[in-house]
C-alpha cells in the first residue's frame, strides 16, 4: 500500500493506494480497496451465556466477600460467552486498474480536500495529464471515479476486481461491467452467511470498453473514463439475512444514469450542507504549502495553526 488516502463513512469506506508506479512488483496499477458496513463474518447468532442470570447472585456473594478470584473464575464460565466474541468486519475486496502506457510519470500530485470529500489526483505521461477524482455519494449510494485525459484518446487501461475472501466468483456485469460476490468467512461456532456482490459499471467518452474476458475489462483510446461502484449485501437486520444484494445494486446503478458533473454537484451539496455548520479558522502560516506528511514531522517544532483546524475539522467528517 502506498500512502493511501481514505474517504467514505456511512455505508462504505475506501482506501486509496494511489498510483504504484515505483512498485517493482506490481507497476502502474492503482487499487480502491472496497468496504462496506455489513460486510462481516458469521451469520445471525446470539452469544450470551444461559447461565449468567441464575449465577449472578453467587457471584455478587463472592465479591462482597472479598473472594474476587473465586468471582472471577466463576464469570469465566458462567457469565462470558462461551461461543465466542463479536464476528469481525470484512473487506469485499479491491478494484483494480492497470495502465498499460504509464511506463514514466511524472508532476505527481494528489490531495484529500475535505471541504469537498474528494481525491483528487494528477500526473503526466509523455506530456498528457491525467487527472482522477473520486468519491463516495452518499446521495447516490455509489463510489465514483471520474479519469480524464488532456489529449484525446490516451486512457488505456485495465479493470479488475480481487479480494483475499475464500472462493469469490467473479463476472461480467451488464454490457460494460464486472461483478465481485461471495459468501463471508465464518467461525468455529458460526458458518458464514452473509452474501456480499459488488457491480461496476463503466462510461467511457471515445475509445471502447470491451470484455477481455470474463473477469477483466479493457479499456482502449477514451478520453475520459467514469467508473461507479456500488456494493450491497443480504444484511437486514442482526437477525435477518433475507435481503437481495443484486436488487439493491441494481437500485443504486440507476444513479449512474446521471451526467457525473451532476453527480458530483449533488455529493458536494449533500456533504456541504452537514460540513459546513462549523468552520475553525486559527490562522496559517507558510507551513501549509508543504506535503501533510512534512507538516506532521515538522509539527513538534514549528508554527502551524491551520493543521490544528484542519484536524479539529476532519475529526468526524469523513463522507
Known amino acids: 500500500m502506498i500512502n493511501p ?21 506490481i507497476p502502474n496499477l492503482e487499487q480502491i480497496q472496497l468496504n462496506e458496513e455489513t460486510v462481516s463474518a458469521g451469520s445471525p447468532y446470539q452469544n450470551y451465556n444461559e447461565e449468567a442470570k441464575a449465577a449472578l447472585p453467587e457471584m455478587r456473594r463472592l465479591i462482597f466477600e472479598g473472594k474476587y478470584e473465586e468471582a472471577q473464575n466463576m464469570a469465566a464460565t458462567k457469565i462470558l460467552s462461551q461461543v465466542g466474541n463479536e464476528m469481525p468486519y470484512q473487506t469485499v475486496g479491491r478494484l483494480n486498474i492497470r ?34 477524482e473520486t468519491f463516495a455519494s452518499f446521495t447516490d449510494q455509489l463510489v465514483i ?27 461480467i456485469y451488464g454490457k460494460k461491467g464486472l461483478r465481485l460476490e461471495g459468501i463471508t468467512h465464518g467461525s468455529r461456532y458460526f458458518p458464514g452467511k452473509v452474501h456480499y456482490c ?8 471515445g ?16 478520453s475520459e473514463l467514469t467508473l461507479y461502484i456500488s456494493m450491497a449485501t443480504n444484511f437486514v437486520n442482526y437477525k435477518d439475512i433475507s435481503g437481495d444484494p ?21 455529493h458536494i451539496a449533500a456533504y456541504q450542507e452537514q460540513f459546513n455548520r462549523v ?41
Open 5 to 25: 488516502l481514505l474517504i467514505g463513512k456511512k455505508r462504505f469506506r475506501l482506501v486509496m493506494d494511489g498510483l504504484q508506479q515505483w512498485c517493482s512488483v
Open 99 to 132: 495502465y498499460q502506457d504509464h511506463k514514466k510519470v511524472s508532476n505527481y500530485y494528489r490531495d484529500l480536500d475535505i471541504s469537498n470529500a474528494m481525491t483528487v489526483t494528477r500526473y503526466k505521461v509523455d506530456g498528457v495529464e491525467f487527472t482522477e
Open 145 to 171: 471515479r471520474h479519469i480524464k485525459s488532456s489529449k484525446p484518446g490516451a486512457i488505456n487501461c485495465e479493470l479488475f476486481f480481487n479480494t483475499p475472501m475464500r472462493d469469490p466468483k467473479r463476472s
Open 198 to 205: 459488488a457491480d461496476l459499471d463503466v462510461k467511457n467518452k
Open 207 to 222: 475509445g471502447e470498453v470491451t470484455m477481455a474476458n470474463d473477469t477483466l475489462l479493457s479499456v482502449q483510446g477514451a
Open 246 to 266: 443484486y436488487q439493491r445494486n441494481k437500485t443504486y446503478l440507476k444513479n449512474a444514469e446521471k451526467e457525473y458533473d451532476k453527480a458530483k454537484a449533488a
Open 279 to 319: 468552520t475553525l479558522d486559527l490562522g496559517e502560516t507558510s507551513q501549509v504549502n508543504k506535503p501533510m506528511d512534512v507538516r506532521i514531522k515538522e509539527f513538534s517544532s514549528s508554527y502551524d495553526p491551520a493543521l490544528i483546524a484542519l484536524y479539529f475539522q476532519s475529526m468526524d467528517v469523513t463522507y
